[in-house]
């Protein structure tokens, strides 16, 4: 039986102590007057709410002085490039908005598995390329798939630009000759991690 028809099923109001879990279950945990809310909103449409994200023009407000989370990479390498010391400023706006975010977003589910996938899909922020890239990658292959397919997900992820650096998959090529020598071009370092890490596990047989 789903959540849902559960929660249908049971007639008595299940009151502060549920929806008090549920904010703390589906997100960063309740801010002032969130229990009342949700309460007020009813427990299923709640989640339902959470399951399927909105705008919300609040947050959108409290993110807009933080310019350059939406700077493509190419933009982000542009800067840097005419000053290596603006990186810095880059990844702490990057830094902030993950935590206006958390404690501030009303799309909780979405905030808690975007952290969850970014994680879990992880790429070294001091890893060359990495740290000019890491922004995008959230923003192109982690957010728009978090409450999606896991198929989807991977997927972008793997052609993802970040991860292609961080894994070495960009240094991928066909075998070449040189001095009557075969030199060997297929890097297997993501396909390893992409099995062992990011899918079926090491000890998946």
């Known amino acids: 039986m789903s959540v849902a028809a559960v929660l249908r099923s049971n007639a008595i109001d299940i009151g502060p102590r549920a929806a ?17 809310r949700v309460l007020a909103r009813g427990l299923e ?3 339902d709410d959470q399951l399927h994200p909105g705008p919300d023009a609040e947050l959108d407000t409290r993110l807009r002085s933080l310019t350059t989370i939406n700077y493509p990479i190419s933009q982000v390498l542009s800067i840097y490039n005419a000053d290596n010391r603006t990186i810095g400023p880059i990844v702490d706006e990057f830094q902030a908005a993950k935590l206006i975010r958390a404690a ?8 808690a598995l975007v952290d969850f996938w970014f994680n879990h899909f992880n790429v070294y922020i001091a890893d060359g390329f990495v740290r000019y ?8 292959a982690i957010r728009p798939f978090a ?3 896991f198929r989807d997900l991977l997927g972008a992820v793997a052609a993802h630009p970040a991860m292609l650096f961080f894994l070495d998959n960009y240094t ?3 075998d070449v000759t040189q001095g009557g020598r075969v030199i060997p071009g297929i890097n297997e370092n993501y396909g390893r ?5 990011h899918t079926v596990g090491v000890d998946a047989g």
Not at 133 to 140: D, L, N, T
């Open 133 to 140: 890239s890491f922004m995008a990658y959230e923003r192109e």
């Open 45 to 47: 449409k709640y989640v």
């Open 147 to 149: 409450l999606g397919r």
């Open 20 to 36: 008090l879990h549920t904010l703390n279950r589906l997100g960063y945990g309740p801010r002032p007057a969130d229990v009342r």
């Open 104 to 111: 501030h977003g009303q799309n909780q589910l979405q905030e």
């Open 172 to 174: 991928n090529r066909a």
């Open 193 to 197: 991690e992409l099995l062992e890490l």
